[in-house]
């Protein structure tokens, strides 16, 4: 059965912290894993995307892995700040399959002073 | 670029009306998808619309419905609403109904049912 989970939960951490978000999957035959981050109440926007090949991908402050090896990937937001808080959201596309897109639950990060 | 488009931004309905809600996608997208978002739940898929077709629906009861008209905007109907169908329904676009391509989401229309 393909699925993505996502841990933690939540997470409350200090501004200016780092922190690290993973995601595990079993989706096959694997496409490709995005992070989004999604604000309360807003849609969801792309932070990186990643294929087989790639095992690290960065824009800004978030910093993007994946191990194809062991299905796993990692979101790690460096110098944490307010504006940080939101849930993370870890998606895994299949190659195959009309819906062959599949969604965590996500991470709800909140960042306080 | 103009992103996708979501209207009304908020809606309230009542149990057993029927709600409609809008989306216009990115220009030049011809992938319009429905997601639901319960409180505190992850992303549900609903319905995928591709050229005007329907290309296919989550596992929600036939009540969900839609279209895709010409100009690739899309409509979600909801019929005989029930209080459980509260929730934040996320429109995406894409250029095409292929996992690389990638979805963009709007603003969201937040569906509350009294």
């Known amino acids: 059965k393909n699925q993505v989970e996502q841990s933690p939960q939540s997470l409350i951490i200090l501004e200016g912290k780092n922190c690290t978000l993973q995601?595990?999957?079993?989706?096959?035959?694997?496409?490709?894993l995005r992070w989004y981050k999604q604000d309360t109440g807003r849609g969801p926007v792309s932070l990186t995307i990643?294929?087989?090949?790639?095992n690290t991908k960065s824009n800004g402050r978030y910093t993007a892995t994946l191990d194809a090896d062991t299905k796993q990937s990692s979101l790690h937001i460096t110098a944490s700040q307010l504006s940080d808080s939101a849930s993370y959201i870890c998606?895994?596309?299949?190659?195959?399959?009309?819906?062959?897109?599949?969604f965590g639950t996500g991470t709800r990060l909140t960042v306080i002073p | 670029e103009a992103g996708v488009t979501q209207s009304p931004t908020h809606l309230i309905k009542t149990r057993g009306q029927q709600a409609t809600l809008r989306c216009s996608p990115i220009s030049g997208h011809t992938s319009v998808y429905w997601y639901q978002q319960a409180l505190g739940l992850g992303l549900q898929f609903l319905l995928w619309?591709?050229?005007?077709?329907?290309?296919n629906r989550g596992n929600f009861p036939p009540r969900f419905s839609g279209r895709q008209f010409p100009n690739y905007s899309s409509e979600l109907n909801v019929n005989a609403l029930e209080l459980e169908d509260s929730a934040l329904y996320l429109c995406?676009?894409?250029?095409?109904?292929?996992?690389?391509?990638?979805?963009?989401f709007g603003p969201g229309t937040r569906l509350t049912v009294l």
């Open positions: 619309y591709d050229e005007g077709e329907e290309r």
């Open positions: 995406a676009s894409s250029l095409g109904g292929h996992s690389y391509n990638e979805q963009f």
């Open positions: 995601c595990n999957y079993t989706v096959s035959p694997f496409s490709n």
């Open positions: 990643m294929t087989f090949s790639e």
């Open positions: 998606v895994v596309s299949a190659q195959t399959g009309a819906n062959n897109l599949f």
